[in-house]
């Protein structure tokens, strides 16, 4: 893969992960989420991490001034490749990495800074978590979607394997979807390094409820029920006790 560590993962990711049903679940859902805080367009809006601009370009198209920033190439041609005319212009591209975000983007400031699906292929959150505080502008807002670490039990026990499921409620890792090595995060942690750089969490979300854990138990949904079914996954993700069991969590803050 050269230094392109997702160079071989590109497609499966972009073509495959975010068409499917429950990809385009968790887009609609995250996309109406973010929308309940987001300052109105056109504000600024810089997605690190951000891959095929799949959570992005939405944004753009709402009349967002939209920046993607990756560390990988070949996601970054993906995001290239889908971007439609009518957005063209509202879309810009960086190529760096999560934890150098300030100096990629020239110092610049943003009225929104999102991190999606990022966390869990990181060591250590802490030095990105910093770097999306300091790229927010005064008031701006700070979106995290990254895995639940309070439900790492759950897909091992949908696809009974009940040994793994029984040391994973006391774990932090897995092997994710796309056969490489994912860690998870809990909302207080997160929400402690967010205010540690003077971000304040305002909300927190499930994504990924029904829709994921279906499909681990070996049901696929079917994709004429995708608008319904992000109808409820949108319901379950704001109300207790349905958004603590989602697969993963958004988290939302905003800087002092």
């Given amino acids: 893969m050269g230094d392109d560590a997702w160079a071989a993962l590109a497609g499966h990711f ?44 939405p944004l753009a198209r709402a009349g967002y001034d939209v920046t993607v920033l990756d560390s990988s190439p070949a996601m970054l041609g993906k995001a290239r490749a889908r971007l439609s ?5 509202r879309v810009a591209f960086v190529e760096a990495d999560g934890e150098h975000a300030e100096e990629a983007v020239g110092g610049r400031r943003f009225d929104a ?18 770097q999306l505080c300091r790229c927010a502008a005064g008031g701006g807002v700070v979106s995290i979607m990254t895995g639940n ?19 994973a409620f006391d774990a932090d890792t897995e092997v994710g979807v796309l056969g490489v090595p994912t ?28 829709a994921d854990w279906l499909g681990f138990g070996g049901t696929e949904v079917d994709p004429a029920d995708a608008e319904r079914v992000a109808a409820v996954e949108f319901e379950a993700g704001r109300r207790d006790p349905y958004r603590g069991l989602s697969r993963v969590f958004h988290l939302v803050g905003r800087k002092a």
């Fill in 14 to 57: 972009a073509d495959d992960a975010y068409e499917s049903v429950k990809g385009r679940v968790r887009t609609h859902v995250l996309h109406r989420q973010l929308l309940e805080h987001l300052p109105a367009a056109p504000a600024t809006v810089l997605d690190v991490g951000g891959g095929a601009g799949h959570q992005s370009f």
């Fill in 113 to 130: 800074v999102l991190c999606h699906g990022v966390l869990g292929y990181l060591d250590r959150p802490g030095p990105v978590v910093e």
């Fill in 85 to 89: 005319p009518e957005i063209r212009d």
């Fill in 183 to 210: 860690r998870a995060d809990t909302v207080e942690e997160l929400s402690g390094l967010l205010r540690r750089h003077g971000v304040e969490p305002v909300r927190w979300y499930g994504v990924w409820l029904f």
């Fill in 149 to 167: 670490a309070r439900a790492m039990a759950v897909r091992p026990a949908l696809e009974q394997r009940w040994e793994d499921a029984l040391a």
